[in-house]
């Protein structure tokens, strides 16, 4: 992490310089870690430039030039979901960031360190990756801007856009480069993306979806070719971007998926199919290499998502539920990539002589609690598939839903020397768990401390179906099965905390009102709610901008304005004082004054209640506050812009002065 410690180990200089947003953690759940570890694992000398200044390039030349290339992500998360709520407010706390501090990276992060990677060491191969680069690579809606953006490949000017997890990738990048062969060269690689020049690129007059290869555009995985509406065609036109989001998500399997062209301006950008998924043995290497599994010892002061994951486990990666408003199936995939128990155990084993673990592992799971070594049992069909989801509408039949092999690690972690508890906190699959009566069981009898996290997100038929996520009576019958296995573990008191989200296209506010019902009925009080954000990528956000199913073409209700979506989530916690008016004004604008007064049904009533003129008090003065700070120019946690007025090597009197990075 710095020149200090390059000098310690003896080097004269660094073969990658590895940029992220986040604070620097050596444990497996944060992906300079992982990549950091591999390119370790092969020679490669790796330096982490964690969240720098990015207001000038210094912090870029500490390690001098690297060897073959940077490494550029802007974290965990996209900048802008860590920034922002759902109503664009800025957060008051950054979970990746030491203390929990905000302002510690920019907006669109990856575009100031890709920039200021190319001031620093200008000829330095750039490699754009990570969670923000990967959902942005083609053309996409921006919700914060409420635009439709072009790939970030041309805004970062990045030379390659490495998409997915990347371990392989990012490896034979660093072997080809240190081969001799330029940046040029790796367009052939599986899981990137890249710009073709203007000059380099068909004249887009001709281009057909038909002529591809014929006119220029090269297919350097054997796959094929698909065109793409252009970003000029997806920004004016919203069936075009339909158009474009219906072929996108249909090329997701590595299997069977062509290579894309989209068209911006005289430029294309082409991103070739995904990369295979690990095989066991693979997951095996990435996951046993010597992690410290501790914050770097420059921190002071706590990481918060550290705290949370320090002593969890990750057993496999990869989700087939391909719910509409997540990005994990983008991301990791839809095949699930499974350890193997003797890798796992040997990290709990690890773990419990750690003199400083407690005996408690927090969650053994991935992005879901029981998808652990399920796949397809026909993989000739896999290879031609292309289903969204293996559970909805339905689960396949070819889908192999056994839960033996994680039972038996379940077992054999809570068994392990050292261990006195193993809790499932990642989401179980409702769905799956009730074909397995022996998991419920364990589940229930030993991995639950009090609660388990469900996530059955909405209660109206039409939400899920655009949700892709079962009916609502799943969510009853595996409640019944719960309590029932509780009870049988002599544990009768343990309950379920049920997710759902506000605002999702199809969600109106009637829909919202039978939640509220559902919710009440049910004795349900959530402490926390989820607003839908529009990510970058993902199918529900193409309905959000669009108003459009993109698979099945019809038209799908949205609340765009602010104000309804705050009234939805308003719906959700009815029970609160604090959002007596915003319901009532929910109920009014429904026509369900039934709703109001005594009966049994009744949400609120007739009269506000002395907190919730307290609470609208409360508010009023805090509006009153902020406006007189926005008439001051005195802005509460406001976020520096890192591209005002900063233009690296352009003379110009125009250039105005930047907010001071906090670090600095």
């Known amino acids: 992490m710095s020149a200090g410690e390059m000098a310690q180990r003896g080097w004269d200089y660094v073969d990658i310089v590895f940029v992220t947003g986040d604070a620097y953690v050596d444990h497996p759940s944060f992906a300079m870690a992982i990549l950091g570890r591999v390119l370790e694992s092969h020679g490669y000398r790796v330096a982490i430039l964690s969240q720098p200044n990015w207001q000038s390039c210094n912090a870029w030349r500490q390690f001098g030039r690297p060897r073959l ?15 922002y709520t759902a109503n664009r407010k800025v957060r008051n706390d950054d979970a990746y960031s030491p203390g929990g501090k905000i302002g510690l990276r920019p907006d669109r992060a990856t575009l100031p360190y890709c920039q200021r ?34 790939s970030i490949l041309l805004d970062s000017k990045a030379d390659l856009v490495a998409y997915g997890m990347g371990e392989k990738t990012i490896l034979e990048i660093a072997s080809r480069l240190a081969a001799g062969e330029t940046v040029r060269d790796l367009r052939d690689l599986r899981g990137v993306a890249y710009v073709l020049g203007a000059s380099e690129t ?23 070719l698909a065109l793409l509406p252009s970003f000029e065609a997806v920004k004016a036109e919203k069936p075009a971007f339909v158009d474009a989001t219906y072929t996108i998500h249909m090329n997701t399997n590595p299997f069977n998926a062509k290579t894309l062209v989209q ?46 994951i320090k002593d969890s486990v990750t057993i496999m990666r990869g989700c087939f539920g391909g719910c509409t408003f997540c990005s994990i199936t983008a991301h990791q995939g839809r095949i699930i990539q499974s350890r193997s128990q003797q890798s796992i155990l040997g990290e709990v084993k690890k773990m419990a002589m750690d003199p400083e673990f407690k005996g408690v592992i927090s969650d053994i799971g991935g992005p879901t609690a029981n998808m652990y070594e399920m796949k397809c049992t026909r993989p000739e069909v896999e290879a031609k598939c292309r289903r969204m989801s293996c559970v909805h509408p339905t689960i396949c039949k070819l889908l192999g839903t056994d839960h033996g092999p994680l039972i038996d690690l379940m077992r054999k972690t809570r068994e392990t020397p050292g261990i006195r508890k193993v809790f499932v906190a990642s989401g179980v699959r409702m769905d799956l768990a009730q074909r397995s009566p022996e998991y419920l069981r364990e589940l229930a009898a030993h991995h639950v401390g009090g609660h388990l996290k469900v996530a059955p997100e909405h ?105 309804n979506r705050r009234l939805q989530r308003a ?30 049904d009744a949400l609120i009533p007739d009269s506000p209640p002395a907190a919730a003129m307290a609470a609208r008090r409360a508010r009023a003065a805090q509006e009153g506050r902020r406006a007189l700070q926005r008439e001051s120019g005195d802005h509460v946690h406001t976020v520096p812009n890192p591209n005002a007025g900063y233009r690296p090597g352009r003379k110009s009197a125009m250039r105005r002065p930047l907010p001071k990075h906090p670090a600095s």
């Open 69 to 83: 290339f940077f490494a550029i992500s802007a974290g965990n998360m996209d900048s802008l979901i860590n920034h």
């Open 117 to 150: 990677a190319r001031e620093a060491f200008p000829g330095v191969p750039v490699i754009a990756g990570g969670v923000e680069a990967s959902l942005r690579r083609l053309a996409h809606y921006d919700y914060w801007s409420d635009t439709v953006r072009r």
């Open 202 to 224: 068909p004249d887009p007059e001709v281009a057909t979806k038909e002529n591809l290869g014929s006119i220029g555009f090269k297919d350097a995985t054997g796959t094929g």
């Open 263 to 308: 068209y911006h301006g005289r430029q294309a950008v082409v991103v070739n199919p995904p990369d295979l998924p690990l095989s066991q043995s693979e997951m095996d290497r990435v996951y046993d290499l010597p992690f410290s599994r501790r914050p770097h010892p420059a921190y002071m002061e706590k990481i918060p998502a550290f705290e949370m």
């Open 459 to 563: 209660t109206d038929p039409e939400v899920l179906r655009a949700m892709k996520k079962p009916v609502i009576d799943n969510f009853g019958t595996f409640a019944d099965a719960f309590k029932k296995a509780s009870s049988a573990a002599g544990k009768p008191k343990q309950y379920l905390v049920p997710y759902f989200i506000a605002s999702h296209p199809g969600s109106d506010m009637n829909a919202m009102i039978d939640l509220a019902l559902f919710l009440k009925r049910n004795g349900y009080r959530p402490d926390q709610v989820q607003d839908f954000i529009p990510a970058p990528f993902d199918i529900a956000t193409c309905m959000y901008y669009t108003g459009i199913d993109p698979f099945t073409r019809k038209q799908v209700h949205v609340d765009r304005h602010l104000r």
């Open 571 to 600: 719906l959700m916690q009815f029970f609160k004082p604090e959002n007596y008016f915003q319901v009532r004004e929910a109920l009014e604008m429904a026509g369900r004054q039934d709703l109001i007064g005594s009966g049994c």
